[in-house]
């Protein structure tokens, strides 16, 4: 039988590569690639969230040249998280690396890392900007201590015991990503805290040290919705085997939301409004803070707009409406008829009331089937 060149080979290694207004960085990444990983059978999966600058063009021109360059094409979605959870999907690889298309991770660490994850006792290899000899290259001291305060949380929280849980540069054999695949919260920027926090087992972590580079060309994604999602994620992980995050997301915007009532109630009051009228206007006031902190945060990425954000707003406060009869109504019996001390009987129309508003808002607000 004549021997199957090396591009038809089957892969030992597939580089995953989240992609997002990323076209000119497409070519000299598949360069770097190729020369850094020499004779190893290596294949590119580019996941593109549908980039408006031609990324997918760009990746395709690509395949047409190397068959061991792949693309996925997604349509009316976003996230990094589930773009590299859907790339390693794609592939039949045994071993899979994460890294970004902007050239900041640097590729000379793919052999070193491919050859730990076959020689050493490890699961995971990644790619360390807080270990000595690594980096965070010329970010600004606001980023750096963003990403410094997370890795912190992360640690804490989740209990990973890992200088850079942070990082987005990271390889792992398949099995270990299988053993983990239908426990990830998948939301947002950090794919890497998501598998170490998902494992059912603890996984051995190696890291090497790099720097991270400068960006080549575009810009970064990297956002304040970011740094919320990255919240969700711990939450998630936190609890998430308890209470959907959505309801604790949306418990904590009710929080939020009775803070703001006192203080606009005392804001009418102190300007000389009768109570009544305060009270009304403080209400409405925070059912619509409301409504719009749960349809920007809770619900990102179901969100409301235009002539579908008024409709979504009056079947919020119809709903919250009935919430707040019945939180009166079980309050009022609790305390009035079962004689129930007052902090109960509050906590428990409270409660309804949050059970009530986040069960019909998910299915009449946000409903699924509109987007
Ligand atoms: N498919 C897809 N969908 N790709 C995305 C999306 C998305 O919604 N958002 C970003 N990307 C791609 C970008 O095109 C890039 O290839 C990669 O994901 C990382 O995005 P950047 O915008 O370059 O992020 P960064 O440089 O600020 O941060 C990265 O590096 C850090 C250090 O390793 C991320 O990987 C962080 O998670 C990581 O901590
Ligand atoms: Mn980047």
């Known amino acids: 039988m004549p021997s199957l060149s090396d591009k038809t080979k089957p892969s030992v290694l597939a580089i995953v590569i989240p992609t997002r207004d990323e076209r000119d960085n497409v070519e000299p990444l598949y360069a770097r690639v190729r020369a850094a990983l020499g004779d190893t059978p290596w294949e590119i999966v580019f996941v593109d969230d549908d980039s408006q600058d031609g990324t997918a063009l760009a990746v395709r021109a690509l395949a047409a040249r190397d068959p061991r360059v792949r693309l996925i094409w997604r349509v009316g ?3 990094l998280s589930s773009a590299c959870v859907e790339g390693i999907q794609a592939t039949t690889a045994p071993i899979i690396a994460i890294a970004d298309a902007d050239m900041q991770h640097d590729e000379q660490l793919l052999p070193r890392m491919l050859s730990a994850l076959q020689n050493e006792p490890v699961d995971v290899v990644i790619g360390s ?9 010329d970010w600004n001291t606001g980023r750096s201590w963003l990403s410094a305060a997370g890795g912190w949380l992360g640690r804490r929280l989740i209990g990973v015991t890992v200088a850079d849980p942070m990082s987005g540069f990271f390889m792992l054999r398949r099995e270990t990503f299988e053993a983990c695949m239908r426990r990830l919260t998948m939301i947002g920027f950090k794919i890497l805290i998501d598998i170490l926090a998902s494992s059912p087992r603890t996984l051995r972590v190696k890291e090497i040290p790099y720097e991270f580079r400068q960006r080549q060309s575009g810009e970064s994604k990297f956002d304040v919705a970011i740094g ?4 969700v994620l711990l939450i998630d992980k ?4 308890m209470l959907p995050v959505r309801f604790v997301l949306f418990a904590i915007v009710g929080g939020i939301g009775i803070v ?20 009304t206007a403080a209400t409405l006031a925070a059912m619509v803070a409301n409504f719009t902190l749960n349809n920007w945060l809770t619900y990102r990425d179901m969100r409301l707009t235009g002539v579908r954000w008024i409709g979504g707003l009056v079947s919020f ?5 009935v919430g707040a009869a019945a939180n009166l109504g079980v309050a009022d019996f609790l305390f009035g008829e079962r004689h129930s001390a007052w902090w109960i009987a509050g906590l428990a129309g409270a409660v309804m009331s949050l059970v009530w ?7 009449f607000t946000w409903r699924r ?3």
């Open 129 to 137: 900007r807080y270990v000595a000899g690594g980096g965070v290259g």
């Open 317 to 321: 406060c119809l709903i919250c409406s």
């Open 238 to 241: 936190l609890v998430g085997h």
């Open 357 to 363: 508003n986040y069960t019909m808002t998910s299915i």
């Open 260 to 279: 703001a009532h006192l203080v606009m109630l005392w804001l009418f009051l102190y300007a000389g409004l009768s109570f009544l009228v305060s009270q």
């Open 77 to 79: 979605r976003r996230g």
């Open 369 to 371: 089937a509109a987007t």
């Open 228 to 231: 919320w999602e990255f919240l």
